[in-house]
């Protein structure tokens, strides 16, 4: 699956990632350097259904405050849902 191209809206990146549920993800900040990174932001699903990062084919486990998805090492992130089509997200690598 790849994005469609990256715009940029009051200076955050805003990026449409196709799939089985498309997402429109609003990236609002990141902490750390490569290998050791966080990214966190919004994003507004079509269908309201919640996603894995970048809209990633991971499966997503519900905990007590959100959904999580675990990747290779310690690749992990959380989304939490906001309303019926929005959701916060937050992915650690």
């Given at each position: 699956?790849?994005?469609r191209p990256?715009?940029?809206a009051c200076g955050r990146a805003v990026t449409y990632w196709d799939g089985q549920n498309p997402i429109i993800e609003f990236m609002t900040g990141?902490?750390?350097l490569v290998p050791s990174a966080g990214?966190?932001?919004l994003y507004y699903s079509l269908d309201g259904?919640?996603?894995a990062f970048q809209n990633t084919s991971r499966p997503l486990a519900r905990g007590k405050d959100g959904f999580y998805w675990r990747g290779?090492?310690?690749d992990w992130g959380k989304?939490?849902?906001l309303d019926d089509h929005w959701f916060t997200f937050e992915a650690y690598f």
């Open positions: 699956m790849l994005p990256t715009l940029r990141y902490t750390g990214y966190h932001g259904s919640p996603a290779e090492g310690d989304t939490t849902r």
